[in-house]
Each structure stands twice: as C-alpha cells, then as structure tokens.
C-alpha cells in the first residue's frame, strides 16, 4: 500500500489545499504532518499570542482530519529529521507541502530537498497555496517582479484562479506513524486577552459572516477605526487557516464595490509575497535603502513610550494599547503608528516590525517586513516621504473620539473637539486627565525628518 506525507506549515486547513488533495491521488494513505521546529523559535517568531492561536489551528485540524477517518500527527524537533524519519517509518515516497517565499521557506525547502533525496523520496512543492496567485504566475517585461503595486493589481485581476475544492471526505492513515500530543493555548504564558480562537472552523464561520454582514459597506467603511468595519480575517489567513483564493472568490461572487476593495486588500497581499519571493533579502534589509541614519539608540525612551501607548497622541496610544490587548490592530492604525516611529521619532523601522512580531497573531514575516518598509519610504511606496499626522488622521477616522476612549479611558470624558488635541485644553482641565505630555512636537519631527533626508 503507497503512502504519502503531507507537511502542514502555513496552511492549517483540509479546504482548499492541493498539498492535500495531490498526496490523496498519488497514494493510499497520507500522513499529515506538522513539526514544531525549533528553528522557529529561535528565530524568534513563535510569539506568545501566535503559539496560542497555532494550537487552536492544530487541535482544530486534527479533529476535522479524525471526523475523516484520519489524524494529525505532531513532531518537535528539527523539521529536516521529523519529516525523513516520518517518510521512512511509513515508506513514503513523497512528501507534498506549500511553497513558501521567506528566506527561511527557501532554506527549509531546500534542506527537505536534499535530504529526502538522500532516502529516494521526492519533495513536491506547491504554489499558490498560502497566496491566491503564485509569487511568480505573473512578472513584468525585463524583470521577475512588479515594484509598483497597480500595474501588478491589473495583471493579477486578470489571472483566472482555480475552484475552490472541497475538504475530502476520507483521509486515511497508516497506523504505525506516532506523534507527539498536541499543544494546548492554556499552559501559553504572557498571551494577550483578546485574541480570537483559531482553526479553520472558527476562519469559515468568520468568513461567511463577513461576507454574508460586513464584505457590502467595506469601501465606504474600512477606514472607520470606531465602527471596526474590517474582515479580521488576517490571522486565519496567515495561518492558513482560510485558502486566499476561496476569500477572493466568494467575495468576487458576492459582487459590489465593497467586494471590489476588499479584493483589492488581498492583492497587496500576494503583492507583498511577490516581492519577497524575489528579494527575500527584504525581510531585514531596505527594499530601496534611503541611507537614512536612523536615531534608534537616542530614542529608548520614545521608543517605549510609543511601545505602552504613553506618547501623549491619542491615536498612537489608543492603536498601541489595542495592539497589546487584542494582539491585533486596524489597518489604517498600523500606518499610522508606523508613521510616527519612522517619520516623527526617526527610530528605524525594524524596531517597529519587531515589536509588532511580538505581539500580532497574525505576525507574519512578508508582509509585515514590507508594509513596514512601505511606510518607512524604504520599501514599494511611489512617494516614499509622505507622512501620516495623528491629529489630521484622528479627526478624520475617528472624528468623535470613540476609538480613542475605547482604549484611553483617560480621555474618556474629553469632548470629540478636544479628544486628538488634549493638549489644547485649558491647564486645569488637562491636569486631571492623568494622561502625559505630548512626547514630541510634530512639527520638530518632521524638520527632523526632512533634514536627515535631504528635503527642504
């Protein structure tokens, strides 16, 4: 009887997952596979909130690979020996993954490679399985990649994509393959207490109310920080927990302009995974160096201050705090306080992209190196010294203030007038809020920043 291995890494589901369905075709039985790599958490990538939500995505996926006859099985240790021990106590003769576009995929694959070779087992690598189009399906003339995201948008709307398969019915697997128990989230320390569950049940129920409820006012309201008009769909699609290629197609069929921007949203996520898979070298180095002298080591104290949501600009703070409570944040408040470290503080925007590793559920390694870099002016950005004013930002997002009371009860009794500009209020007044001092001026900032780039 022909087995196959199938190794789950960023694509915690049984809908939508050719790895799956190509293993179910060329063998009897498969072994689903995950490994708990240490290598991973020396990178420092397995961040309390993201270990949390992956055991709910394995226990998830377990029990939907038993309702089908089958099972999960877990390894801990070096990903490379786990997945060459696993194929050759059951025999197989390949091993089926997705394909990844990180420095570290690169290597990992490669290693696979290599390695199972060795042993006569081969290593197929699947594209388009944690992206809706493949990083490289789609490349402009005299180049491998799109460094400008509209021309790159019109080329990948055009791109048909796949149908959606179905979850099979029958996942059968050898017994004589034995894994480790499960993680659990509540022996976790130090995770947030608002972050979701995970696993793919709870990202298709999710899925279906977003469609069904939020998908049709998404153009006129995703900028709304109070009304919290977004999918939040990011960490079940970091995880792949949710197929890409099922969200854009549900939401294309569902139709509307509201549809129409949130695909949008999810382009500039393949976007993202097209450049990284190009210049994997971005996810720590500038995509287009500015040369800036980055004034990190000065900056500790404004650097914690904007990390605990103490910097005295209501938006930052309130965006800050909601970060460590929900370890997520809004979209739009990811650029904004992006915005202020990089182009207010002049802290590099590595600090930032780290911090936000730290703590975002869905932590994910492409596009939060890159939408950094974005914001920072050293990434894909067509006008990379445009600046985000959390005053301006506030009163327009947010323009009575109930996102900023939401997380800073400080000003909970601030008026909306008042509510992004405390520090207008009369002196009296502003003593009893218990709320710091402005902890710099925006103006002096931005000198700050034009001098150091070279811009009058």
């Known amino acids: 009887m022909s087995v196959a291995v199938v190794l789950f890494t960023s694509d915690l589901r049984l809908h939508d997952?050719?790895?799956l369905r190509a293993a179910l075709r060329a063998a009897d039985e498969v072994v689903p596979l995950f490994v708990l790599d240490p290598a991973v958490h020396a990178a420092g990538f397995d961040a309390p909130n993201r270990r949390a939500f992956l055991a709910d995505c394995l226990a998830d996926l377990d029990a939907s690979l038993r309702r089908r006859g089958g099972r999960l099985v877990l390894r801990a240790g070096p990903v490379v020996r786990e997945?060459?021990?696993?194929?050759?106590?059951?025999?197989?003769?390949?091993?089926?993954?997705?394909?990844?576009?990180?420095?570290f995929a690169h290597r990992r694959e490669e290693l696979l490679r290599r390695e199972l070779a060795t042993r006569g087992v081969r290593l197929v690598a699947h594209d388009a399985v944690v992206t809706a189009v493949a990083p490289g399906a789609v490349v402009p003339a005299g180049s491998d990649h799109f460094t400008v995201f509209t021309p790159y948008f019109r080329r990948w709307t055009a791109v048909r994509l796949r149908t959606p398969e179905a979850a099979p019915r029958n996942v059968p697997v050898p017994d004589d393959v034995h894994g480790d128990p499960l993680p659990a989230r509540g022996p976790v320390p130090g995770v947030?207490?608002?972050?979701?569950?995970?696993?793919?049940?709870?990202?298709?129920?999710?899925?279906?109310?977003?469609?069904?409820?939020?998908?049709?006012?998404?153009?006129?309201?995703?900028?709304d920080l109070a009304g919290d008009a977004t999918s939040r769909l990011s960490p079940y699609l970091h995880f792949g927990a949710l197929s890409a290629v099922d969200v854009v197609q549900r939401a294309r069929a569902r139709g509307g302009p509201g549809a129409e921007a949130?695909?949008?949203?999810m382009c500039w996520r393949d976007f993202h995974h097209q450049v990284m898979a190009a210049r994997p070298e971005s996810s720590v180095r500038d995509y287009r160096t500015r040369d800036d002298g980055w004034r990190t080591e000065e900056a500790a104290e404004e650097i914690a201050a904007w990390k605990e949501g103490?910097?005295?600009?209501?938006?930052?703070?309130?965006?800050?705090?909601?970060?460590?409570?929900?370890?997520?944040?809004?979209?739009?408040?990811?650029?904004?306080?992006?915005?202020?470290?990089?182009?207010?503080?002049y802290?590099?925007?590595?600090?930032?992209?780290?911090?936000?590793?730290?703590?975002?559920?869905?932590?994910?390694?492409?596009?939060?190196?890159?939408?950094?870099?974005?914001?920072?002016?050293?990434?894909?950005?067509?006008?990379?010294?445009?600046?985000?004013?959390?005053?301006?930002?506030?009163?327009?997002?947010?323009?009575?203030?109930?996102?900023?009371?939401r997380w800073v009860p400080e000003l909970?009794?601030?008026?909306?007038?008042?509510?992004h500009e405390p520090w207008r209020l009369p002196p009296l007044e502003r003593a009893r809020l218990d709320y710091p001092e402005r902890l710099i001026d925006l103006a002096d900032g931005l000198a700050r920043f034009k001098h150091a780039r070279g811009r009058d």
């Open 17 to 19: 997952r050719p790895p």
């Open 83 to 103: 997945v060459g021990d696993v194929a050759a106590t059951c025999g197989a003769l390949e091993v089926h993954m997705a394909a990844g576009v990180t420095r």
């Open 192 to 223: 947030a207490p608002g972050i979701p569950a995970g696993g793919e049940s709870e990202g298709r129920r999710r899925l279906a109310g977003w469609v069904r409820g939020g998908l049709a006012a998404y153009e006129d309201r995703h900028d």
């Open 262 to 265: 949130f695909v949008r949203q």
């Open 310 to 345: 103490r910097t005295g600009y209501p938006m930052v703070d309130a965006a800050m705090r909601q970060l460590r409570h929900e370890g997520w944040m809004h979209n739009r408040a990811r650029l904004l306080v992006a915005s202020f470290l990089t182009k207010t503080l």
């Open 347 to 405: 802290v590099d925007w590595r600090v930032g992209a780290r911090h936000f590793l730290d703590l975002l559920v869905d932590g994910d390694i492409v596009n939060n190196q890159l939408n950094w870099q974005w914001v920072a002016g050293t990434g894909t950005d067509t006008r990379p010294h445009r600046v985000l004013n959390p005053v301006v930002q506030g009163k327009r997002f947010d323009p009575q203030g109930a996102y900023v009371r």
């Open 412 to 419: 909970k009794g601030v008026a909306a007038r008042s509510i």
